[in-house]
């Protein structure tokens, strides 16, 4: 199944499809959930804020962690 | 698990927009948001979100029934409120373990969660008696000034996942006893608890014939907390939740000139003094850092130890922390539950890779347990050499961050110098300590304690904290004025008309 993540996904969506998105966009510097919750806003809201250059980029190295993230959670199996 | 829904009214898909018995609203537009056990993983029931359409029909409801109650004399609302406690009483158990089904925390601590809604009922009910005004003595001859507070109106209250239930209490009791109406709009990881607290609600004010006194709106943030925090019908919002959301909160609600009261973050800290009693210390540093899995507001996450103690505190916490029962929250010895979901496990797990890598030895846990289930962790302790950058953030989790300290100032610079400013305490059984640290020169946080621990607030005290923790307080002692209007009154029972500061005009 195809992993659709935009700039447009908002982050409750996005924490609540792909939670492994989490940690990947922290070690970026760019915090999701805060006090357990995430925020309110879009990806594209919370990159700019947090001055990511290159968003489209990093949504492409997301998607990427994410599918790789669950090929090894299936090889496990 | 089908036992406690059943006792609470809780049906395998549930409305989430409600005014009163009988009034729950159901658009078929609304998505489906489903709860889940997160010991488990198991889908417990689903919601159907309130839509713009039913989010108009609660809020019409709430500005409705707010003309009415707020003519209702405020004795008689401390009645509703004191029967609201009362079926509180009733439903103590089941609410308290669907409170430890949806969101993790132990048995013990839900249906403790409950008692703190109905102490906090108790406390409305007497504050409907003493919703006192000042009188002043005016400077002009036979003129009397006093003040009067007023209901305010159809007042927001958004919740967090960590106190479901509490939190809604602390706003919606204080609010009914001043005359107001509440809008709630609760986690969407903790749905369920919502409605049956809307149930339970709904019976109370069908016995008093009332109806929109207490109103839920259950939706995501960016579509009903939106909605909300940008309705000019709603002139106060109660936010709990994180710094950054209540930033958003803030600038949204004062462009609109309405009022917030604002519980936001924490990072509190215990300081634990070379005189301390550290096994009073330890005790109180594993509940406030293990209880509810380190997802409370007041968790403790910092430890500043002096030098001289520093490896005897270490090594009994490690002690303790290996002691502590992890597993199923329902279940009689377990101390700590799951997180509340994946995202807040990654959350932790990638707190830790930064902590290690600002020089953080993790000394104790740091592992998922997935044997267990995907959202169970072991609590952490993570030894900083310095107070980096990664312990200024709160991090929703089990994680313990310990530090040395030489003497007690720098003891208190180091606690003052997070942006948060919620709970903090310290171990000591030297009084100019203690006091030292309680003044003005100490604590710079709204709670600030001895020889108790920064989590487990009484519902008696003014509950919030400062800086980033957003200066705003609810619950006992004054914070009902928050929820009131001021008005200040001079009648002139003279035949006169002398001006305030002796000013004479066209006389």
Known sequence: ????????????????RYPQAVSFLSRRGVRCIRCGEPLWCTLGELLREDGIENPHDLIKELVEYIRKRGEQAEGSK | MKGILKKLNIKEVNAGACSGQGA???????????????????????????????????????????????????????????????????YKEPLGELVTLEMGKIRAEGVGEVQEMIDICDFAVGLSRQLYGLAMHSERPAHRMFEQWHPLGAIGV????????????????????????????????????????????????????????FNLAIGRGAVVGERMINDERLPLISFTGSTQMGRRVSEAVARRFG???????????????????????????????????????????????HKSVAKELTDRIIKAY???????????????????????????????????????????????????????????????????????????????????YEDVEEAIRLHNEVPQGLSSAIFTTNLLTAEKFLSHEGSDCGIANVNIG?????????????????????SGSDAWKGYMRRQTNTINWSKELPLAQGIKFGD
């Not at chain 2, 109406?181 to 919502?194: E, F, N």
């Open chain 2, 454 to 474: 920064t989590s487990g607030a009484e519902i008696g005290g003014a509950f919030g904290g400062e800086k980033e923790t957003g200066g705003g307080r609810e």
């Open chain 2, 259 to 305: 009022r917030t009261i604002l519980e936001l973050g924490g990072n509190n800290a215990i300081i634990v003094a070379g005189d301390a009693d550290l096994e009073m210390a330890v005790r109180t540093i594993l509940f406030g850092a293990v209880g509810t899995a380190g997802q409370r507001c007041t968790s403790t996450r910092r430890i500043i130890v």
């Open chain 2, 158 to 213: 958004i919740s967090a996942f960590n106190f479901p239930v509490a939190v809604w209490s602390w706003n919606a009791a204080i609010a009914a006893a001043c005359g107001d109406t509440t809008v709630w709009k609760p986690s969407s990881d903790t749905p369920l608890t919502a409605i049956a607290v809307q149930h339970i609600c709904n019976a109370v004010m069908a016995d008093h014939g009332l109806q929109g006194i």
């Open chain 2, 24 to 90: 729950w609203y159901e658009d078929p537009e609304g998505k489906e948001l489903v709860s889940y056990d997160p010991s488990s993983g198991e889908p417990i029931a689903k919601v159907i979100q309130a839509t713009d359409k039913t989010y108009e029909q609660v809020i019409k409801q709430a500005v409705h029934a707010f003309k009415t109650w707020r003519m209702t004399p405020a004795p008689k609302r401390g009645q509703v409120v004191r029967d609201l406690g009362q079926a509180l009483r009733e």
């Open chain 1, 1 to 16: 199944m195809g992993i659709d993540i935009s700039l447009d996904t908002s982050i409750e969506e996005l924490v609540e």
């Open chain 2, 322 to 404: 290996e002691q502590v029962k992890i597993g199923n929250p329902m279940e009689e010895g377990t101390l700590m539950g799951p997180l509340v979901t994946q995202a807040a496990v990654e959350d932790m797990m990638a707190a830790l890779e930064t902590a290690r890598e600002q020089g953080g030895e993790v000394i104790c846990g740091g592992h998922r347990l997935e044997d267990l289930g995907e959202q169970f962790v072991e609590p952490t302790i993570v030894k900083m050499p310095s107070q980096t950058k990664i312990v200024h953030n709160e991090t929703f989790a089990p994680i313990l961050y310990l530090m040395e």
